[in-house]
């Protein structure tokens, strides 16, 4: 599951940087060089993160990097993948809390440290998302 969101993280990070270009802002007036990016750089990543996350999810039962390493989201109760739409938004709403700029750094951290203990604490390895929107990921 590591690999998998790294390897998402890779190419979403690829996807928003070349999507948010045309919403930079490039100063480079004196010595420095400075990019500014917009509200409208940060929507556009906040619509690309739910692309990429929730429909993904809801429509094929994973990301590309947990397709990739063969893993897929299943419903709690059922085991039912791909997960109904209305979970794979469920599952992606905490991301949401990284778009407002204070919580950025506190759910950040806690996130991290609660998804680390909960891979290697639960019998189902589920992580903060899975128990939001009561799902799971299984070997595909």
Not at 21 to 35: A, N, R
Not at 44 to 70: C, D, N, Q, R
């Amino acid at each position: 599951r590591i690999g998998a969101r790294a390897i998402d993280w890779v190419i979403l990070s690829i996807i928003v940087i070349v999507a948010t270009i045309p919403f930079l802002d490039f100063d480079s007036g004196d010595s420095s060089f400075q990019v500014n990016a917009g509200g409208s750089a940060i929507l556009v990543g906040f619509v690309i993160s739910f692309l990429y996350e929730a429909v993904t999810v809801g429509t094929l039962g994973g990301t590309p990097g947990k397709l990739m390493l063969g893993l897929r989201v299943a419903e709690q109760a059922g085991e039912t993948t791909p997960p109904a739409f209305g979970k794979a938004v469920m599952r992606w709403l905490p991301t949401a809390l990284w778009y407002i700029p204070f919580f950025v750094i506190i759910t950040g951290l806690v996130f991290f440290i609660l998804n680390l203990v909960w891979l290697n604490t639960d019998s189902t390895r589920r992580t903060i998302y899975d128990r939001f929107a009561t799902t799971y990921v299984v070997k595909a």
